[in-house]
């Protein structure tokens, strides 16, 4: 089972930038496809992002498209989610996980603790 730890959250104004990571343990992670998830106060849990394990492919709910990109690096066992125009409503806790469906189905037993993002209008 991997283990994921995420970090890079914060307070930013509306139109910031951040960049999150999520640093994932074991030797197998190159052969995970990867995601992250965000869940506002009051609200499911929900994709944000995808990338195949070559990191090729990447895929995006719409609401996110031409805003966030993933990427990754798999020397580094390392998923980032760059976040460009934030907006209030990007306001969440944000997970990382391995997807075990492409590209939305995460693996419910793996949530790491999230790293929590704060947009100010």
């Known amino acids: 089972q991997v283990q994921l730890v995420e970090s890079g959250g914060g307070l930013v104004q509306a139109g910031g930038s951040l960049r999150l990571s999520c640093a994932a343990s074991?030797?197998?992670?190159?052969?995970?496809?990867m995601g992250w998830y965000r869940q506002a106060p009051g609200k499911e849990r929900e994709f944000v992002a995808a990338i195949s394990y070559t990191g090729r492919t990447t895929y995006y709910t719409d609401s996110v498209k031409g805003r966030f990109t993933i990427s990754r690096d798999n020397a580094m066992n390392t998923v980032y989610l760059q976040m460009n125009s934030l907006k209030p409503e990007d306001t969440a806790f944000y997970y990382c996980n391995r997807i075990t469906t492409w590209p939305e189905t995460p693996d419910f037993g793996s949530w790491g603790q999230g790293t929590q993002v704060t947009v100010s209008s």
């Open positions: 074991g030797r197998t992670f190159r052969s995970y496809h």
